[in-house]
Nanobody, 125 residues
């Protein structure tokens, strides 16, 4: 089981920026960010593959950037132009397999088997 630890959350005003980090105990092919706001279902935010192919939800496209540093087994999410609707608990996830299907703009569906505990992002207007 891969251990994932997120950090970097906090409270910012609308228009501000935050950078989330997720340190993994080992390398995995697929990594992704999800978020869940109170009373809402968990939603996909962004994903990155082993060959650094990236994909984003429409709600964050152009504002968020996902990246990874394989030497450090670390996943990042740079969040700019934050909006109050971005307020949520953000989770990173990882997996080594993918199946035929659709996941955001990818034509494969990663099997995210390991999850972090989350980091809270709060954006005030």
């Amino acid at each position: 089981q891969v251990q994932l630890v997120e950090s970097g959350g906090g409270s910012v005003q609308a228009g501000g920026s935050l950078r989330l980090s997720c340190v993994a105990s080992e390398y995995t092919s697929y990594m992704g960010w999800f978020r869940q706001a109170p009373g809402k279902e968990r939603e996909r935010v962004a994903g990155i593959s082993s060959v650094t192919s990236t994909t984003y939800a429409d709600a964050v496209k152009g504002r968020f950037t996902i990246s990874r540093d394989n030497a450090k087994n670390t996943l990042y999410l740079q969040m700019n132009s934050l909006k109050p609707e971005d307020t949520a608990m953000y989770y990173c996830a990882s997996g080594n397999r993918a199946y035929v299907g659709r996941w955001l703009t990818w034509s494969v569906r990663p099997d995210f088997t390991d999850w972090g505990q989350g980091t809270q992002v709060t954006v005030s207007s």
